[in-house]
Protein backbone atom coordinates (compact mmCIF):
# COMPACT_ATOMS: atom_id res chain seq x y z
CA UNK A 1 0.00 0.00 0.00
CA UNK A 2 2.48 2.52 1.28
CA UNK A 3 4.78 1.61 -2.01
CA UNK A 4 2.14 3.52 -4.22
CA UNK A 5 2.67 6.49 -2.44
CA UNK A 6 5.57 8.90 -3.08
CA UNK A 7 8.33 8.43 -0.03
CA UNK A 8 6.68 11.98 1.24
CA UNK A 9 9.58 12.07 4.11
CA UNK A 10 12.62 11.72 1.76
CA UNK A 11 11.37 14.24 -0.86
CA UNK A 12 11.31 16.53 1.52
CA UNK A 13 14.09 15.63 3.52
CA UNK A 14 15.84 17.18 -0.56
CA UNK A 15 14.57 20.28 -0.06
CA UNK A 16 15.83 22.51 1.98
CA UNK A 17 14.06 25.40 1.56
CA UNK A 18 10.80 23.58 2.14
CA UNK A 19 10.93 22.39 5.81
CA UNK A 20 7.90 20.70 7.55
CA UNK A 21 8.69 20.90 10.85
CA UNK A 22 10.74 24.02 11.26
CA UNK A 23 7.35 25.75 12.02
CA UNK A 24 6.76 25.45 15.81
CA UNK A 25 9.46 27.92 17.26
CA UNK A 26 7.58 29.71 19.82
CA UNK A 27 5.00 28.45 22.15
CA UNK A 28 7.62 25.05 22.33
CA UNK A 29 5.51 23.09 24.08
CA UNK A 30 5.06 19.29 23.64
CA UNK A 31 1.00 20.25 22.87
CA UNK A 32 2.30 22.78 20.00
CA UNK A 33 4.24 19.87 18.42
CA UNK A 34 1.52 17.45 18.06
CA UNK A 35 -0.65 19.89 16.94
CA UNK A 36 1.96 20.43 14.45
CA UNK A 37 2.26 17.37 13.52
CA UNK A 38 -1.40 16.42 13.48
CA UNK A 39 -2.09 19.03 11.10
CA UNK A 40 0.27 17.20 8.54
CA UNK A 41 -1.50 14.27 8.94
CA UNK A 42 -5.12 16.19 8.13
CA UNK A 43 -3.25 17.48 5.28
CA UNK A 44 -2.20 14.19 3.94
CA UNK A 45 1.86 15.48 4.40
CA UNK A 46 2.49 12.71 6.24
CA UNK A 47 0.90 9.80 5.30
CA UNK A 48 0.72 6.17 6.52
CA UNK A 49 3.94 4.46 6.28
CA UNK A 50 5.80 7.24 6.58
CA UNK A 51 8.82 7.33 8.67
CA UNK A 52 9.82 10.30 11.32
CA UNK A 53 13.33 12.11 10.79
CA UNK A 54 14.91 10.65 14.37
CA UNK A 55 14.44 12.34 17.68
CA UNK A 56 17.71 14.28 17.86
CA UNK A 57 17.53 15.64 14.23
CA UNK A 58 13.11 16.25 14.72
CA UNK A 59 13.98 18.31 17.90
CA UNK A 60 16.33 20.23 16.29
CA UNK A 61 14.36 21.31 13.59
CA UNK A 62 11.03 21.72 15.43
CA UNK A 63 13.61 23.55 17.96
CA UNK A 64 12.30 21.90 20.86
CA UNK A 65 14.18 19.78 23.65
CA UNK A 66 13.82 16.18 23.45
CA UNK A 67 11.87 15.48 26.42
CA UNK A 68 9.30 17.49 24.94
CA UNK A 69 9.35 15.17 21.69
CA UNK A 70 9.41 12.59 23.24
CA UNK A 71 6.02 13.61 25.45
CA UNK A 72 4.41 14.71 21.83
CA UNK A 73 5.07 11.68 20.33
CA UNK A 74 4.04 9.66 23.47
CA UNK A 75 0.95 11.33 23.11
CA UNK A 76 0.47 10.67 19.13
CA UNK A 77 1.19 7.09 19.95
CA UNK A 78 -1.63 6.59 22.53
CA UNK A 79 -3.89 8.11 20.44
CA UNK A 80 -3.15 5.42 17.36
CA UNK A 81 -1.67 8.23 15.35
CA UNK A 82 2.20 6.82 15.59
CA UNK A 83 3.75 3.59 15.92
CA UNK A 84 6.89 2.60 17.20
CA UNK A 85 8.37 -0.31 15.61
CA UNK A 86 10.83 -2.71 17.04
CA UNK A 87 13.68 -2.14 15.24
CA UNK A 88 13.56 1.41 15.97
CA UNK A 89 12.11 4.99 14.62
CA UNK A 90 8.65 6.05 14.50
CA UNK A 91 5.88 5.55 11.73
CA UNK A 92 3.05 7.07 11.07
CA UNK A 93 0.07 4.81 11.77
CA UNK A 94 -2.55 3.06 9.13
CA UNK A 95 -5.30 6.04 10.34
CA UNK A 96 -6.76 6.12 6.65
CA UNK A 97 -8.04 1.87 6.97
CA UNK A 98 -10.32 2.88 9.51
CA UNK A 99 -12.71 4.99 7.80
CA UNK A 100 -14.12 1.72 6.57
CA UNK A 101 -14.49 -1.09 9.40
CA UNK A 102 -14.08 -4.62 9.32
CA UNK A 103 -17.63 -6.15 9.38
CA UNK A 104 -18.60 -3.25 6.80
CA UNK A 105 -15.82 -3.71 3.92
CA UNK A 106 -17.10 -7.60 4.48
CA UNK A 107 -20.44 -6.48 3.83
CA UNK A 108 -19.78 -4.52 0.89
CA UNK A 109 -17.62 -7.29 -0.51
CA UNK A 110 -20.64 -9.33 -0.56
CA UNK A 111 -22.92 -7.38 -2.03
CA UNK A 112 -22.83 -5.79 -6.02
CA UNK A 113 -25.29 -3.18 -4.78
CA UNK A 114 -22.42 -1.41 -2.82
CA UNK A 115 -20.32 -1.38 -6.65
CA UNK A 116 -23.34 0.52 -7.64
CA UNK A 117 -23.41 3.10 -4.70
CA UNK A 118 -19.83 3.22 -4.80
CA UNK A 119 -19.64 4.29 -8.36
CA UNK A 120 -22.56 6.34 -7.98
CA UNK A 121 -20.58 8.06 -4.84
CA UNK A 122 -17.48 8.45 -6.61
CA UNK A 123 -18.97 9.70 -9.58
CA UNK A 124 -20.01 12.76 -7.50
CA UNK A 125 -16.67 13.15 -5.32
CA UNK A 126 -14.04 13.14 -8.22
CA UNK A 127 -16.05 15.71 -10.15
CA UNK A 128 -16.03 17.75 -7.44
CA UNK A 129 -12.00 16.93 -7.01
CA UNK A 130 -10.92 17.54 -10.01
CA UNK A 131 -13.13 21.27 -10.17
CA UNK A 132 -11.48 21.77 -6.87
CA UNK A 133 -7.61 21.07 -8.13
CA UNK A 134 -8.24 22.77 -11.45
CA UNK A 135 -9.23 25.92 -9.40
CA UNK A 136 -6.54 25.48 -6.71
CA UNK A 137 -3.34 23.15 -8.05
CA UNK A 138 -0.14 24.38 -6.58
CA UNK A 139 2.66 24.49 -9.28
CA UNK A 140 4.20 21.88 -7.08
CA UNK A 141 0.92 20.04 -7.46
CA UNK A 142 0.73 20.11 -11.17
CA UNK A 143 4.51 19.10 -11.64
CA UNK A 144 3.00 15.75 -9.17
CA UNK A 145 0.20 15.08 -11.89
CA UNK A 146 2.80 15.59 -14.79
CA UNK A 147 5.59 13.04 -13.32
CA UNK A 148 3.11 10.48 -12.28
CA UNK A 149 1.26 11.37 -15.85
CA UNK A 150 4.26 10.39 -17.81
CA UNK A 151 5.19 7.35 -15.56
CA UNK A 152 1.81 6.41 -16.56
CA UNK A 153 2.74 6.61 -20.08
CA UNK A 154 5.80 4.59 -19.83
CA UNK A 155 4.21 1.86 -18.09
CA UNK A 156 1.38 1.84 -20.93
CA UNK A 157 3.88 1.76 -23.93
CA UNK A 158 5.75 -0.88 -22.77
CA UNK A 159 2.87 -2.89 -21.46
CA UNK A 160 3.71 -2.92 -17.71
CA UNK A 161 0.69 -3.60 -16.54
CA UNK A 162 0.72 -3.97 -12.75
CA UNK A 163 3.02 -0.20 -13.42
CA UNK A 164 -0.25 1.01 -15.00
CA UNK A 165 -2.23 0.11 -12.30
CA UNK A 166 -0.49 1.41 -9.61
CA UNK A 167 -0.01 5.04 -11.78
CA UNK A 168 -3.62 5.08 -11.90
CA UNK A 169 -4.41 4.97 -7.89
CA UNK A 170 -1.29 7.42 -7.65
CA UNK A 171 -2.81 9.30 -9.87
CA UNK A 172 -5.95 9.70 -8.35
CA UNK A 173 -4.30 9.96 -5.41
CA UNK A 174 -2.45 13.67 -6.19
CA UNK A 175 -5.72 14.97 -7.65
CA UNK A 176 -7.24 14.43 -4.62
CA UNK A 177 -4.10 16.40 -3.15
CA UNK A 178 -5.00 18.85 -5.51
CA UNK A 179 -7.93 19.88 -4.75
CA UNK A 180 -6.50 20.69 -0.84
CA UNK A 181 -9.51 19.99 1.15
CA UNK A 182 -8.43 17.61 3.92
CA UNK A 183 -12.17 15.78 4.36
CA UNK A 184 -12.16 15.17 0.41
CA UNK A 185 -8.43 14.08 0.76
CA UNK A 186 -8.93 11.19 3.70
CA UNK A 187 -12.48 10.00 2.20
CA UNK A 188 -10.68 10.08 -1.36
CA UNK A 189 -7.65 8.03 0.27
CA UNK A 190 -10.24 5.39 1.47
CA UNK A 191 -11.99 4.73 -1.17
CA UNK A 192 -8.73 4.28 -3.73
CA UNK A 193 -7.22 2.00 -0.70
CA UNK A 194 -10.72 -0.41 -1.12
CA UNK A 195 -10.33 -0.33 -4.71
CA UNK A 196 -6.50 -1.34 -4.52
CA UNK A 197 -7.94 -4.14 -2.24
CA UNK A 198 -10.43 -5.12 -5.05
CA UNK A 199 -13.38 -5.23 -2.95
CA UNK A 200 -15.72 -3.66 -4.97
CA UNK A 201 -14.94 -5.24 -8.55
CA UNK A 202 -11.88 -6.84 -10.04
CA UNK A 203 -9.43 -3.61 -11.72
CA UNK A 204 -8.13 -5.98 -13.85
CA UNK A 205 -11.20 -6.51 -15.33
CA UNK A 206 -11.63 -3.04 -15.99
CA UNK A 207 -8.31 -2.56 -17.21
CA UNK A 208 -8.21 -5.92 -19.33
CA UNK A 209 -8.24 -5.07 -23.15
CA UNK A 210 -5.77 -2.88 -24.75
CA UNK A 211 -8.29 -0.65 -25.94
CA UNK A 212 -10.35 -0.32 -22.57
CA UNK A 213 -6.14 0.56 -21.50
CA UNK A 214 -5.92 3.25 -24.00
CA UNK A 215 -9.07 4.63 -23.55
CA UNK A 216 -8.52 4.92 -19.96
CA UNK A 217 -4.88 6.99 -20.19
CA UNK A 218 -6.48 8.76 -22.83
CA UNK A 219 -9.36 9.76 -20.24
CA UNK A 220 -6.49 10.46 -17.15
CA UNK A 221 -4.81 12.90 -19.94
CA UNK A 222 -7.53 14.76 -20.68
CA UNK A 223 -8.54 15.22 -16.59
CA UNK A 224 -4.78 16.26 -15.78
CA UNK A 225 -5.05 18.61 -19.28
CA UNK A 226 -7.78 20.26 -17.50
CA UNK A 227 -6.18 21.02 -13.94
CA UNK A 228 -2.58 21.97 -15.48
CA UNK A 229 -4.79 24.64 -17.74
CA UNK A 230 -6.89 25.31 -14.78
CA UNK A 231 -10.49 24.60 -16.02
CA UNK A 232 -12.55 23.52 -13.58
CA UNK A 233 -15.51 23.23 -15.76
CA UNK A 234 -13.55 20.81 -17.86
CA UNK A 235 -11.88 18.77 -15.53
CA UNK A 236 -15.18 18.32 -13.51
CA UNK A 237 -16.69 16.91 -16.99
CA UNK A 238 -13.20 14.67 -17.97
CA UNK A 239 -12.98 13.04 -14.59
CA UNK A 240 -17.15 12.07 -14.57
CA UNK A 241 -16.45 11.06 -17.92
CA UNK A 242 -14.01 8.63 -16.48
CA UNK A 243 -15.97 7.26 -13.82
CA UNK A 244 -18.99 6.76 -16.64
CA UNK A 245 -16.14 4.93 -18.12
CA UNK A 246 -15.58 2.41 -15.73
CA UNK A 247 -18.97 2.00 -14.73
CA UNK A 248 -20.09 1.01 -18.20
CA UNK A 249 -17.11 -1.42 -18.66
CA UNK A 250 -18.12 -2.90 -15.32
CA UNK A 251 -21.80 -3.21 -16.81
CA UNK A 252 -20.30 -5.03 -19.85
CA UNK A 253 -18.35 -7.19 -18.09
CA UNK A 254 -21.70 -8.38 -16.30
CA UNK A 255 -23.59 -8.85 -19.46
CA UNK A 256 -20.80 -11.57 -20.81
CA UNK A 257 -21.23 -13.25 -17.19
CA UNK A 258 -17.28 -12.24 -17.18
CA UNK A 259 -18.32 -10.51 -13.46
CA UNK A 260 -19.85 -13.48 -12.25
CA UNK A 261 -16.87 -15.62 -12.76
CA UNK A 262 -14.59 -12.97 -11.63
CA UNK A 263 -16.68 -12.08 -8.35
CA UNK A 264 -16.67 -15.68 -7.78
CA UNK A 265 -12.73 -16.21 -8.07
CA UNK A 266 -12.34 -12.49 -5.76
CA UNK A 267 -14.79 -14.22 -2.78
CA UNK A 268 -12.60 -17.27 -2.81
CA UNK A 269 -9.52 -15.51 -2.79
CA UNK A 270 -10.64 -13.29 -0.33
CA UNK A 271 -11.63 -16.15 2.29
CA UNK A 272 -8.08 -18.07 1.72
CA UNK A 273 -6.44 -14.83 2.20
CA UNK A 274 -7.96 -13.88 5.16
CA UNK A 275 -5.40 -15.09 7.45
CA UNK A 276 -4.98 -11.32 9.60
ZN1 LIG B 1 -8.41 6.40 -13.14
Redesign the pocket.
Known sequence: MAGCYPPVMENLHADTSFDLFARVSHGRTADEVVRQIELLLLQGVLRDGDRLPGERELSKRLDVSRPILREALKELEARGLLVSHHGGGTYVADIIGQIFSRPVIDLIARHRRATIDFLEYRRALEGMTAELAAQRATAYDRQALRTILEDMQRAHASGRFEDELAA?VS??NAIGEAAHNIILLHTLRACYRLLEQGIFFNRHLVFASDKARGD?LE??EA?CDAIIHADPVMAKAAAQA?IDY?AGAIREAERTGEWQRISQLRMQQRSVGRGD
Open positions: DLHLQHIHI
